[in-house]
Protein backbone atom coordinates (compact mmCIF):
# COMPACT_ATOMS: atom_id res chain seq x y z
CA UNK A 1 0.00 0.00 0.00
CA UNK A 2 1.46 3.42 -0.79
CA UNK A 3 0.67 5.02 2.66
CA UNK A 4 3.30 2.42 4.14
CA UNK A 5 6.01 2.62 0.98
CA UNK A 6 8.45 3.79 3.45
CA UNK A 7 7.73 2.99 7.04
CA UNK A 8 7.04 -0.97 6.04
CA UNK A 9 7.86 -1.65 2.64
CA UNK A 10 11.55 0.55 2.40
CA UNK A 11 12.47 -0.38 5.70
CA UNK A 12 11.99 -4.08 5.52
CA UNK A 13 14.54 -3.72 2.27
CA UNK A 14 16.74 -1.42 3.91
CA UNK A 15 17.00 -1.86 7.77
CA UNK A 16 16.16 0.44 10.34
CA UNK A 17 19.31 2.00 10.74
CA UNK A 18 18.57 3.98 7.15
CA UNK A 19 17.26 6.67 9.91
CA UNK A 20 19.81 6.54 12.18
CA UNK A 21 22.90 6.26 10.77
CA UNK A 22 22.39 6.39 6.58
CA UNK A 23 19.59 8.72 6.02
CA UNK A 24 21.53 12.07 4.55
CA UNK A 25 24.94 10.61 5.03
CA UNK A 26 25.03 8.09 2.39
CA UNK A 27 23.82 6.59 -0.55
CA UNK A 28 20.85 3.95 -0.50
CA UNK A 29 20.19 1.34 -3.21
CA UNK A 30 16.99 -0.84 -2.08
CA UNK A 31 14.72 -2.95 -4.71
CA UNK A 32 11.08 -3.23 -3.07
CA UNK A 33 9.70 -4.56 -6.08
CA UNK A 34 7.76 -3.20 -8.99
CA UNK A 35 4.45 -4.32 -7.69
CA UNK A 36 5.03 -2.35 -4.68
CA UNK A 37 5.41 1.06 -6.50
CA UNK A 38 2.79 0.43 -9.25
CA UNK A 39 0.09 1.82 -7.47
CA UNK A 40 1.64 5.21 -7.63
CA UNK A 41 0.89 5.89 -10.92
CA UNK A 42 -0.25 4.47 -14.14
CA UNK A 43 0.79 5.90 -17.70
CA UNK A 44 -3.34 6.23 -18.05
CA UNK A 45 -3.43 8.33 -14.66
CA UNK A 46 -0.48 10.40 -15.97
CA UNK A 47 -2.54 10.93 -19.15
CA UNK A 48 -5.73 11.35 -17.21
CA UNK A 49 -3.89 14.08 -14.62
CA UNK A 50 -2.66 16.21 -17.58
CA UNK A 51 -6.21 16.11 -19.20
CA UNK A 52 -8.41 17.05 -16.31
CA UNK A 53 -5.93 20.12 -14.70
CA UNK A 54 -4.91 23.12 -16.65
CA UNK A 55 -0.51 22.55 -16.00
CA UNK A 56 1.46 24.79 -17.61
CA UNK A 57 5.25 26.17 -16.92
CA UNK A 58 6.71 26.22 -14.75
CA UNK A 59 4.81 23.33 -12.93
CA UNK A 60 5.13 21.04 -15.74
CA UNK A 61 7.83 21.79 -18.06
CA UNK A 62 10.65 20.26 -20.64
CA UNK A 63 14.26 19.73 -20.70
CA UNK A 64 16.56 18.49 -22.87
CA UNK A 65 20.49 18.39 -22.77
CA UNK A 66 20.76 20.18 -19.35
CA UNK A 67 18.84 23.33 -21.25
CA UNK A 68 14.74 24.15 -20.88
CA UNK A 69 12.77 23.83 -23.74
CA UNK A 70 11.24 27.29 -25.04
CA UNK A 71 7.57 27.05 -23.65
CA UNK A 72 6.23 27.98 -26.90
CA UNK A 73 7.55 25.17 -28.66
CA UNK A 74 5.40 22.96 -26.72
CA UNK A 75 2.30 25.36 -25.26
CA UNK A 76 -0.20 27.98 -26.80
CA UNK A 77 -1.46 31.21 -25.34
CA UNK A 78 -4.72 30.70 -23.81
CA UNK A 79 -7.09 32.28 -20.90
CA UNK A 80 -8.81 30.98 -17.68
CA UNK A 81 -11.23 33.61 -15.93
CA UNK A 82 -9.89 36.11 -17.37
CA UNK A 83 -6.16 34.75 -16.69
CA UNK A 84 -3.37 34.84 -19.49
CA UNK A 85 -2.27 30.67 -19.55
CA UNK A 86 0.09 28.74 -21.21
CA UNK A 87 -1.70 25.70 -22.78
CA UNK A 88 -0.03 22.41 -23.40
CA UNK A 89 -0.49 21.32 -27.17
CA UNK A 90 -1.00 17.38 -26.90
CA UNK A 91 0.74 17.09 -30.43
CA UNK A 92 3.85 19.30 -29.76
CA UNK A 93 4.26 17.82 -26.01
CA UNK A 94 4.52 14.27 -27.96
CA UNK A 95 6.50 15.35 -30.56
CA UNK A 96 8.98 16.96 -27.66
CA UNK A 97 9.50 13.72 -25.96
CA UNK A 98 9.81 12.23 -29.42
CA UNK A 99 13.17 14.20 -29.84
CA UNK A 100 14.14 13.28 -26.53
CA UNK A 101 12.97 15.85 -23.93
CA UNK A 102 12.66 14.85 -20.59
CA UNK A 103 8.81 15.89 -18.86
CA UNK A 104 8.97 17.33 -15.18
CA UNK A 105 5.80 17.74 -13.25
CA UNK A 106 6.34 19.18 -9.76
CA UNK A 107 4.08 18.79 -6.85
CA UNK A 108 2.44 15.97 -8.10
CA UNK A 109 2.04 14.51 -4.44
CA UNK A 110 -0.66 17.76 -4.68
CA UNK A 111 -2.58 16.02 -7.70
CA UNK A 112 -2.64 12.06 -7.31
CA UNK A 113 -3.90 10.62 -4.03
CA UNK A 114 -1.49 7.29 -4.04
CA UNK A 115 1.52 9.72 -4.56
CA UNK A 116 0.19 11.95 -1.52
CA UNK A 117 -0.53 8.93 0.66
CA UNK A 118 3.42 7.68 -0.25
CA UNK A 119 4.52 11.75 0.80
CA UNK A 120 2.74 11.28 3.73
CA UNK A 121 4.68 8.28 4.87
CA UNK A 122 7.86 9.68 4.10
CA UNK A 123 7.04 12.71 5.93
CA UNK A 124 6.01 10.22 9.11
CA UNK A 125 9.38 8.73 8.81
CA UNK A 126 11.84 11.33 8.47
CA UNK A 127 9.12 14.18 10.08
CA UNK A 128 10.18 16.73 7.18
CA UNK A 129 8.03 18.25 4.57
CA UNK A 130 8.28 16.25 1.29
CA UNK A 131 7.33 17.12 -2.52
CA UNK A 132 7.21 14.93 -5.26
CA UNK A 133 8.42 15.99 -8.80
CA UNK A 134 7.64 13.29 -12.11
CA UNK A 135 10.29 13.17 -14.33
CA UNK A 136 9.22 11.14 -17.75
CA UNK A 137 11.92 10.76 -21.01
CA UNK A 138 12.32 8.78 -23.92
CA UNK A 139 15.67 7.36 -25.65
CA UNK A 140 18.72 7.66 -24.65
CA UNK A 141 19.39 11.17 -23.98
CA UNK A 142 19.36 13.64 -20.69
CA UNK A 143 17.22 16.33 -19.13
CA UNK A 144 19.72 17.38 -17.10
CA UNK A 145 23.27 17.92 -16.75
CA UNK A 146 25.60 16.29 -14.10
CA UNK A 147 24.10 18.28 -10.65
CA UNK A 148 23.88 18.11 -7.14
CA UNK A 149 20.35 19.08 -5.17
CA UNK A 150 20.27 21.34 -2.34
CA UNK A 151 17.77 18.37 -0.38
CA UNK A 152 17.37 14.53 -0.49
CA UNK A 153 15.94 12.95 -2.05
CA UNK A 154 14.07 9.03 -2.46
CA UNK A 155 14.40 8.32 -6.33
CA UNK A 156 11.57 5.51 -7.29
CA UNK A 157 11.49 4.00 -10.42
CA UNK A 158 7.93 3.35 -11.91
CA UNK A 159 8.41 2.37 -15.45
CA UNK A 160 11.22 1.31 -17.90
CA UNK A 161 14.62 2.01 -17.18
CA UNK A 162 17.26 5.24 -16.46
CA UNK A 163 21.42 4.77 -15.86
CA UNK A 164 22.58 6.50 -12.97
CA UNK A 165 25.94 7.43 -12.02
CA UNK A 166 26.54 8.51 -8.52
CA UNK A 167 29.15 10.86 -8.06
CA UNK A 168 29.18 11.52 -4.34
CA UNK A 169 29.72 14.85 -1.85
CA UNK A 170 31.59 17.42 -3.84
CA UNK A 171 34.49 19.95 -2.86
CA UNK A 172 32.17 21.38 -0.55
CA UNK A 173 30.41 18.76 1.82
CA UNK A 174 26.46 19.59 3.15
CA UNK A 175 26.00 22.51 0.55
CA UNK A 176 22.49 25.00 1.45
CA UNK A 177 20.00 26.43 -1.47
CA UNK A 178 21.14 29.57 0.50
CA UNK A 179 25.10 29.11 0.90
CA UNK A 180 28.21 31.36 0.56
CA UNK A 181 29.83 29.16 -2.27
CA UNK A 182 27.84 27.76 -4.94
CA UNK A 183 31.59 27.15 -6.89
CA UNK A 184 32.14 23.77 -5.74
CA UNK A 185 32.67 20.47 -8.08
CA UNK A 186 31.80 17.15 -8.43
CA UNK A 187 34.25 14.52 -7.25
CA UNK A 188 36.17 12.47 -10.08
CA UNK A 189 35.20 8.86 -8.59
CA UNK A 190 31.59 7.27 -8.66
CA UNK A 191 30.07 6.12 -5.79
CA UNK A 192 27.70 3.88 -7.44
CA UNK A 193 26.52 3.49 -10.94
CA UNK A 194 24.35 1.53 -12.91
CA UNK A 195 20.93 0.87 -14.41
CA UNK A 196 17.89 1.73 -12.05
CA UNK A 197 14.82 -1.22 -13.17
CA UNK A 198 10.96 -0.54 -11.68
CA UNK A 199 10.40 -1.37 -8.06
CA UNK A 200 13.93 0.45 -7.39
CA UNK A 201 14.64 3.02 -4.84
CA UNK A 202 17.40 5.50 -4.93
CA UNK A 203 18.14 7.66 -1.81
CA UNK A 204 21.02 10.41 -2.87
CA UNK A 205 21.63 12.91 0.36
CA UNK A 206 21.83 16.38 -0.14
CA UNK A 207 24.77 18.09 -2.08
CA UNK A 208 25.69 14.39 -3.64
CA UNK A 209 26.89 14.59 -7.54
CA UNK A 210 25.09 12.64 -9.85
CA UNK A 211 24.89 11.94 -13.80
CA UNK A 212 21.31 10.28 -15.06
CA UNK A 213 20.59 9.81 -18.62
CA UNK A 214 18.13 7.26 -20.56
CA UNK A 215 18.98 3.88 -21.99
CA UNK A 216 17.06 4.36 -24.73
CA UNK A 217 13.85 2.74 -23.20
CA UNK A 218 11.16 4.85 -21.76
CA UNK A 219 11.89 6.29 -17.89
CA UNK A 220 9.10 7.26 -15.46
CA UNK A 221 10.43 8.17 -11.81
CA UNK A 222 9.28 10.11 -8.85
CA UNK A 223 11.63 12.12 -6.71
CA UNK A 224 10.49 12.49 -3.20
CA UNK A 225 12.67 15.31 -1.69
CA UNK A 226 12.97 16.34 1.52
CA UNK A 227 15.30 19.19 3.50
CA UNK A 228 16.44 18.56 6.69
CA UNK A 229 16.92 20.78 9.43
CA UNK A 230 20.58 21.82 10.30
CA UNK A 231 22.17 24.22 12.87
CA UNK A 232 21.63 27.38 10.75
CA UNK A 233 18.03 26.87 10.96
CA UNK A 234 17.98 26.35 15.02
CA UNK A 235 20.54 29.40 14.90
CA UNK A 236 17.26 31.08 13.42
CA UNK A 237 15.31 29.80 15.62
CA UNK A 238 17.27 31.39 18.37
CA UNK A 239 17.71 34.28 17.31
CA UNK A 240 13.84 34.78 16.83
CA UNK A 241 13.80 33.97 20.93
CA UNK A 242 15.97 37.28 21.21
CA UNK A 243 12.86 39.46 20.92
CA UNK A 244 11.76 37.84 24.34
CA UNK A 245 15.35 39.55 25.86
CA UNK A 246 15.04 42.83 26.77
CA UNK A 247 18.53 43.66 26.74
CA UNK A 248 18.60 42.51 22.54
CA UNK A 249 16.49 44.23 21.93
CA UNK A 250 18.20 47.71 22.98
CA UNK A 251 20.16 49.98 20.44
CA UNK A 252 23.78 49.04 19.72
CA UNK A 253 26.15 51.61 21.37
CA UNK A 254 27.21 52.70 18.01
CA UNK A 255 28.86 56.10 19.14
CA UNK A 256 29.98 54.67 22.20
CA UNK A 257 33.91 54.27 22.93
CA UNK A 258 34.99 50.56 21.66
CA UNK A 259 35.27 49.36 25.43
CA UNK A 260 31.42 50.12 25.46
CA UNK A 261 31.12 48.22 22.07
CA UNK A 262 32.85 45.41 23.02
CA UNK A 263 31.02 45.00 26.98
CA UNK A 264 27.71 45.34 24.91
CA UNK A 265 28.71 42.04 22.75
CA UNK A 266 29.83 40.45 25.84
CA UNK A 267 27.15 41.02 27.20
CA UNK A 268 24.74 39.78 23.65
CA UNK A 269 26.99 36.93 23.50
CA UNK A 270 26.08 36.02 27.23
CA UNK A 271 22.37 35.93 26.83
CA UNK A 272 22.48 34.02 23.90
CA UNK A 273 24.38 31.68 25.73
CA UNK A 274 21.46 31.63 27.94
CA UNK A 275 18.96 31.28 25.59
CA UNK A 276 20.34 28.15 23.61
CA UNK A 277 20.51 26.36 26.82
CA UNK A 278 16.92 27.24 27.37
CA UNK A 279 16.12 26.23 23.97
CA UNK A 280 18.08 23.46 23.26
CA UNK A 281 17.85 21.34 19.76
CA UNK A 282 14.82 18.99 21.44
CA UNK A 283 13.05 22.37 21.72
CA UNK A 284 13.22 23.09 18.48
CA UNK A 285 12.96 19.84 17.04
CA UNK A 286 9.44 19.85 19.34
CA UNK A 287 8.27 23.48 18.11
CA UNK A 288 8.99 22.41 14.98
CA UNK A 289 6.97 19.11 14.43
CA UNK A 290 4.33 21.42 16.48
CA UNK A 291 3.86 23.46 13.07
CA UNK A 292 4.20 21.56 10.55
CA UNK A 293 1.59 21.47 8.05
CA UNK A 294 -1.74 19.76 7.13
CA UNK A 295 -1.93 18.92 3.78
CA UNK A 296 -4.76 20.91 1.81
CA UNK A 297 -7.95 19.05 1.89
CA UNK A 298 -11.70 19.59 2.60
CA UNK A 299 -14.51 17.66 4.05
CA UNK A 300 -17.87 19.02 2.69
CA UNK A 301 -20.52 19.38 3.47
CA UNK A 302 -19.55 18.00 7.17
CA UNK A 303 -17.73 20.92 7.98
CA UNK A 304 -19.86 23.56 7.00
CA UNK A 305 -23.67 21.97 7.47
CA UNK A 306 -22.88 20.59 11.77
CA UNK A 307 -24.62 16.70 10.27
CA UNK A 308 -23.96 14.13 12.31
CA UNK A 309 -22.26 11.38 10.86
CA UNK A 310 -23.16 7.91 10.59
CA UNK A 311 -21.41 5.04 12.41
CA UNK A 312 -20.42 3.51 8.69
CA UNK A 313 -18.27 7.09 8.44
CA UNK A 314 -14.64 6.82 7.95
CA UNK A 315 -13.06 9.16 9.92
CA UNK A 316 -9.16 10.59 8.58
CA UNK A 317 -7.02 12.24 11.09
CA UNK A 318 -5.53 15.37 8.95
CA UNK A 319 -2.43 15.81 11.19
CA UNK A 320 0.33 14.25 9.14
CA UNK A 321 3.38 13.85 12.00
CA UNK A 322 1.82 11.92 15.29
CA UNK A 323 -0.02 14.54 17.03
CA UNK A 324 1.40 14.59 20.76
CA UNK A 325 -1.43 15.06 23.34
CA UNK A 326 -0.91 16.84 26.40
CA UNK A 327 -3.29 16.52 29.72
CA UNK A 328 -3.86 20.36 30.74
CA UNK A 329 -5.97 20.23 34.05
CA UNK A 330 -9.71 18.85 33.28
CA UNK A 331 -8.32 19.28 29.54
CA UNK A 332 -6.77 17.59 27.02
CA UNK A 333 -4.73 19.50 24.59
CA UNK A 334 -2.54 18.63 21.22
CA UNK A 335 -0.53 21.36 18.66
CA UNK A 336 -1.33 21.08 14.99
CA UNK A 337 -0.03 23.04 12.48
CA UNK A 338 0.93 25.85 15.01
CA UNK A 339 -2.53 26.26 16.84
CA UNK A 340 -3.39 25.14 19.98
CA UNK A 341 -6.64 23.12 20.61
CA UNK A 342 -7.96 21.39 23.81
CA UNK A 343 -10.59 19.07 24.55
CA UNK A 344 -12.44 17.66 27.58
CA UNK A 345 -10.12 14.71 29.19
CA UNK A 346 -13.03 12.63 28.02
CA UNK A 347 -12.17 13.00 24.43
CA UNK A 348 -8.26 12.01 25.04
CA UNK A 349 -9.26 8.06 24.60
CA UNK A 350 -10.53 8.90 20.99
CA UNK A 351 -8.23 11.43 20.18
CA UNK A 352 -5.55 9.01 21.11
CA UNK A 353 -6.78 6.02 18.96
CA UNK A 354 -7.34 8.59 15.86
CA UNK A 355 -3.75 9.40 16.49
CA UNK A 356 -2.16 6.13 16.53
CA UNK A 357 -4.61 4.63 13.55
CA UNK A 358 -5.58 7.38 11.49
CA UNK A 359 -8.36 6.27 9.27
CA UNK A 360 -11.34 4.63 11.36
CA UNK A 361 -15.31 4.47 11.51
CA UNK A 362 -17.16 6.58 13.53
CA UNK A 363 -18.49 2.78 15.54
CA UNK A 364 -14.65 1.60 15.31
CA UNK A 365 -13.42 4.77 17.18
CA UNK A 366 -15.76 4.41 19.46
CA UNK A 367 -15.51 0.38 20.07
CA UNK A 368 -11.63 1.38 20.32
CA UNK A 369 -12.43 3.99 22.81
CA UNK A 370 -14.92 2.19 24.67
CA UNK A 371 -17.67 5.13 23.67
CA UNK A 372 -20.95 4.99 22.74
CA UNK A 373 -21.32 5.24 19.06
CA UNK A 374 -23.11 8.65 19.63
CA UNK A 375 -20.26 10.16 21.49
CA UNK A 376 -18.14 9.03 19.39
CA UNK A 377 -20.03 11.07 16.11
CA UNK A 378 -20.61 13.86 18.74
CA UNK A 379 -16.53 14.51 19.07
CA UNK A 380 -16.37 14.14 14.97
CA UNK A 381 -18.49 16.75 14.73
CA UNK A 382 -16.49 19.21 16.37
CA UNK A 383 -13.21 17.80 15.11
CA UNK A 384 -14.55 17.77 11.47
CA UNK A 385 -14.85 21.83 12.28
CA UNK A 386 -11.51 22.87 13.28
CA UNK A 387 -10.48 20.34 9.67
CA UNK A 388 -8.56 18.22 12.42
CA UNK A 389 -10.66 15.18 10.60
CA UNK A 390 -11.84 14.52 7.44
CA UNK A 391 -15.28 12.63 6.85
CA UNK A 392 -15.85 10.08 3.92
Do not use: C
Amino acid sequence: MTDRLFTETLLAAVGEDLLSTRLSEDFVRADVGAAAVEPLLTFQALSDLLSTHQLEPPRLRLHRAGRPVPVGDYTDPGEASGVARRLVRPEALYEQLRQGASLVLDGIDRLHPPIRAAADDLMRLVRERVQVNLYLIWGDSHGFDTHWDDHDTFIVQLAGTKHWKVHGQGTRPHPMKEDVDHSHRPPQTAVWEGVVRPGEVLHVPRGWWHTVTGTGDVSMHLTFGFTRATGVDWARWLVERLHEVEFARTDLPRFGTPEERRKHQHELLRRLMDLAEQHDLDAFLADRDSRFPRRQSFSLPWAVDGATPEADTVVEFTPILPAALREDGQKVALTVAGRRYAFPRAAQPMLEALAEERTLTVAELAERAGEAVDTAAALVRVLVRHHLVLLR
